[in-house]
C-alpha cells in the first residue's frame, strides 16, 4: 500500500467551507503521507486555495477536521480521545496531533510547522537574498537571544544561534544555486529565481509539511525543470512532505506520488497520477462536459 494509505503525516477528514450559501468546500477527506509529495489538483474554481487557507490557518473551516502529525505513527491511535479534549494539541510519549482547524495562522506555521507559499510571490523585494533566509528564522532567533537581552550583551548563545542561522542560510543558497547573489536585493532576481527562493525561505521555518500554491505558474520547461529538482530533493534530502497546488500537469505527473483531484469543491478522484490520469470523472471535468453528460464521456473513454 502506498504511504499516503499507511504512514499519514496530515489527515483532512469531513472538511467544509462555506460562505454564506456558498459550498466551497463539500464534505472532502484525502490523507498526505509521511515524506510524499501529494498534487491538490482540479479546474479553476474547484476550491483548492480554499483547502490550503484551512489548512493553514487562514480560514476556519465550518465543518471536518485536520490532524497533523508530529513523531510516530501509533499517535493516530488517540486521535478520537484529542478531538474530544479541548485545546489544539495532543501529545503521548513523545509524539503530538496538532488539530489545526483549531489554530489560528501564526500557530500553524510556528508550532505546528507548516509552511506555505502563495501564488503571487511575497518575498521582501527591497532585502536581499541572504536576508529573506535569515528573517525566515526570526522566531527562534528572538528566543535565542532572549528578546534582544542575550543579542545585546553578545552571549555565546545567541552566537551560536546566530551562526546557526547563516549557515541554515547559506545552505539553501547553494541548493537553489543562489550563492553568488546573496547580496543582491530579492527584488532584481529572475522570477524563477524568485520562485526558488520563496521556497527556499518557507524551508528555512524546518517545517514538517510545504504547502506550495502553484509554485509553477509563470515559469519556462528550464525553471520548470529546476523547480522538479528541488521539490524531490526537498522531499529525499530533507524528509518534508509536501502538499502542491498547480496546473502545470507535466509537473505534477512527473513529481507526484499522490494526487487528489477536486471539482466544484468536491473530491472526485484520489491516487496516483497513472490512476488519476485516467480516471474518466478527471477527464469530464477537465474537458468541461455537463454534469449530465459525465456517464456518456465516461463510456467513450472507456471504449
Known sequence: MARWQTQP????????MRFGGLVAINDLSFTVGEGDITALIGPNGAGKTTVFNCITGFYKPTEGRIALRHGEQSIWSEL?????????RWSK????????????DFEVSADAKVARTFQNIRLFQGMTVLENLLVAQHNPLMAASIFSIAGIFGLPSYRRS??????????????????????????????????????????CTDP???CLDEPAAGLNPRESLELNKLLRSIRVDEGTSVLLIEHDMSVVMEISDHVVVL???TKISDGT?????????????????ADDEVEEAEAEVAS
Open 208 to 210: 514538517v509539511l510545504l
Open 80 to 88: 478520537g480521545a484529542a478531538t474530544r479534549a479541548p485545546g489544539r
Open 273 to 289: 497520477p497513472d490512476e488519476v490520469k485516467n480516471d474518466p470523472k478527471v477527464i469530464a471535468a477537465y474537458l468541461g462536459v
Open 263 to 265: 471539482d466544484y469543491g
Open 9 to 16: 503525516l496530515l489527515e483532512v477528514e469531513h472538511l467544509t
Open 93 to 104: 510519549g513523545g509524539s503530538s496531533l496538532w488539530l489545526l482547524e483549531r489554530m489560528p
Open 162 to 203: 546566530s551562526e546557526a542561522s547563516v549557515e541554515k542560510a547559506k545552505y539553501w543558497l547553494e541548493k537553489i544555486g543562489l550563492t553568488d547573489r546573496a547580496d543582491d536585493p530579492a527584488g532584481d532576481l529572475p522570477y524563477g529565481d524568485q520562485r526558488r527562493l520563496e521556497i527556499a525561505r518557507a524551508m
